[in-house]
Structures are given as C-alpha cells and as structure tokens.
Nanobody, 119 residues
C-alpha cells in the first residue's frame, strides 16, 4: 500500500522560504512520477511541480517557475519542494501525489500540509 506523508508546512512572511517534504513508502518508486499540488480556499486544486523519480527530470507550473524547486532523495525515498520568495497567493494546502510514469492520473495522495504566507 503506497503511503505519502507530507511535512514542513507553516506560517511564513512574504518573501520567505519553506521546504516541504513528502516521505513515500509501500513500493519501489523508480518508475513513478512524484507531483506537488496545492488547493487554496474556494479554488480548485492546481498542479505545482513534478519530478521523474528515475531520471530526475522536472516540470513546473508557470506561477512557481524560478521560485520553487522540486527534488528527490532516493536513499530516503523522499521528495522535497523548496519554496522561495513566497507570496500571499501561494497560501494553500499542499499535497504530494504519485503516479506511474505511463499513467496520466495520480492515484496516490498524501493528507496535505498547510502553507500560509502573510503579507
């Protein structure tokens, strides 16, 4: 059973930084894509970033490009989202998700971690 557990959320002032972690367990993730999504109050969940676990290739939403960095630590089975130059509009619950490289949808999700950016 795949389990994804996020941590690292919190309250930060605009311009500050946070690093989110997603600890993955339950299978080998070498042929998986790990993604970060977020959902702000009253808004739909949106894609933030993803990383191919095997080759490390990454892709970002335009809204976070240049400010956020996704990475993974194979030894720890953990994916990170380094968030810099945070803005109030980055406030949301952030979710980690996993899917097969050949799959389009993400069947596995974490419980989410709250990020609040004050102005």
């Amino acid at each position: 059973q795949v389990q994804l557990v996020e941590s690292g959320g919190g309250l930060v002032q605009a311009g500050g930084s946070l690093r989110l972690s997603c600890a993955a367990s339950g299978r080998t993730f070498s042929n998986y894509v790990m993604g970060w999504f977020r959902q702000a109050p009253g808004k739909e969940r949106e894609f933030v970033a993803r990383i191919n676990w095997e080759n490390g290739s990454t892709y970002y939403a335009d809204s976070v490009k240049g400010r956020f960095t996704i990475s993974r630590d194979n030894a720890k089975n953990t994916v990170y989202l380094q968030m810099n130059s945070l803005k109030p509009e980055d406030t949301a619950v952030y979710y980690c998700a996993a899917r097969s490289v050949v799959g389009g949808k993400y069947p596995y999700w974490g419980q989410g971690t709250q990020v609040t950016v004050s102005s």
